[in-house]
């Protein structure tokens, strides 16, 4: 209990950091961007990652999105949790990367079908959490993101998403719900083939 506790005060104090760099960063504090940077870009890169089908397309939206935050820094405004603002401006720059593939994938025309990888064997395994969360609605896959991956609280999520909190524990208790259908569905699967 006192572990979590500890935890727990550790994870608000580099909140609590992160504003202050933030706050140092619109002030052009020459230090600021890479403590920012190297503080969020963990979790914002797990935020698009879970959102997105490559590594690449997570990369180059989290690029956008520092290139976004540097535009806009003078928007933040000092006192304000900033992790709710940034969240805010990734969910922004991963629809706007969104409609920009649209947009190219339309024009485009397949050639040739790819011949697919062998398929392995993983029966024992549980699946990976991208792909149980890949399974969920958007709206839901990005709540259960910023709550879980980037550990915003409900408050926070709903700022960031424009909506209550309400709609934020919906969409939280929704996702789980079918997470869990999933996981069940995969079990039952497999306790037949074992049967087999």
């Known amino acids: 209990m006192e572990f979590r506790l500890e935890e727990n005060v550790r994870a608000r104090q580099t909140l609590v950091d992160v504003d202050r ?67 805010a401006i990734a969910r922004r720059v991963r629809i706007d990367g969104y409609r920009r593939t649209r947009r190219i994938t339309a024009h485009e025309v397949t050639m040739a079908t790819l011949p697919e990888p062998p398929a392995e064997e993983q029966r024992d395994m549980l699946p ?29 999520v709903a700022c960031a998403t424009s909506s209550s909190v309400g709609a934020v524990k919906q969409k939280a208790h929704r996702a789980y719900e079918r997470l869990r259908q999933l996981l069940q569905a995969g079990a039952a699967e497999d306790r037949r083939e074992g049967a087999q």
């Open 21 to 87: 760099w933030m706050e140092r960063y619109q002030q052009a504090d020459p230090e600021a961007p890479a403590a920012l940077i190297s503080s969020l870009s963990p979790g914002l890169l797990r935020f698009f990652r879970s959102q997105v089908a490559s590594r690449e397309q997570a990369d180059d939206l989290l690029q956008e999105t520092w290139m976004r935050i540097h535009r806009v820094r003078h928007t933040y405004r000092p006192g304000e949790p900033v992790l709710p603002w940034i969240y």
């Open 128 to 156: 990976s959490f991208d792909t149980l969360v890949g399974a969920l609605p958007d709206a839901q896959r990005e709540v259960l993101t910023m709550l879980k991956v980037g550990g915003l609280s409900l408050q926070e």
